[in-house]
């Protein structure tokens, strides 16, 4: 099946500095791919829509200044946490569509990020 | 919002039939029903998916009620590697996005 890649896998930085995580679709093109947060023993939370070329679409609640996402090829997208504090500790997952494959989502492994 | 309610947990006895139930009765006509399942600290793992037809893949089997309000999928010999959470998925017509509900957590038994 499709590859999805997260890079870094974990990571852990200083309240206050900024995170960028990258999710690459390794095989297919993805114009749509998507970003979720999950904290421990809960379910995963849609946080934005990417599309390729266009600014993302944010979910209720989430704030866009402060997850800034750039989808600028069809194979890449990065999510950037900035001014991070201990409460955007979570595992982030990012998901790819290959609209060639009856839209099926792909997911990417997740990054742990620890804010300290 | 999910559209999917599941119960929360399932025991299943290994080489015997996982059946997992899930209610989407706010279900829309263009809507697909998906199954993906998540083991610890991982991605989730695209199991099946159908729209009105039950549908079977070498992972799983998928039997969706007539009137789409409910769905069952079936793992036909759990292994202890299936303990995960399985979480039933409504998928937007229009977006294509995912909102995960709460999942099952099943435990495959020796």
Redesign the interface.
């Given at each position: 099946?499709a590859v999805?890649s997260?890079h870094p896998s974990r990571v852990i930085c200083k309240s206050g500095t900024s995170v960028k995580i990258e999710c690459r679709s390794l095989d297919f093109q993805a114009t749509?791919m998507?970003w979720?947060r999950q904290f421990p023993k809960q379910?995963?939370?849609?946080m934005a829509?990417s599309n390729e070329g266009s600014k993302a679409t944010y979910e209720q609640g989430v704030e866009k200044d402060k997850f800034l996402i750039n989808h600028a090829s069809l194979t890449l997208s990065t999510l950037t946490v900035t001014s991070a504090h201990p409460e955007d500790s979570s595992?982030y997952?990012c998901?790819a569509?290959d609209r060639t494959r009856?839209?099926?989502?792909?997911?990417?492994?997740?990054t742990?990020l620890t804010v300290t | 919002d999910?559209k999917t309610t599941q119960p929360t947990s399932m025991d299943c006895a290994e080489g015997r039939a996982a059946n997992l139930p899930c209610n989407h009765s706010t279900i829309s006509g263009n809507e697909?029903v998906?199954w993906?399942r998540?083991i610890h600290?991982?991605?989730?793992?695209?199991i099946i998916?159908g729209l009105k037809n039950n549908e079977t893949n070498e992972m799983a089997s998928l039997i969706i009620t007539e009137d789409r309000k409910s769905s069952t999928l079936i793992l036909p010999h759990a292994t202890l590697r299936d303990t995960a959470v399985y979480?039933c998925i409504v998928?937007v017509a229009n977006?294509?996005?995912?909102?995960?509900?709460?999942?099952t957590s099943l435990t495959v038994i020796p």
């Open positions: 099946g999805v997260q749509t998507f979720y379910s995963l939370m849609l829509t595992f997952i998901s569509i009856s839209y099926e989502q792909y997911f990417g492994p997740g742990r | 999910a697909y998906y993906y998540q600290s991982q991605g989730p793992q695209y998916h979480y998928r977006g294509n996005q995912f909102y995960f509900g709460t999942g």
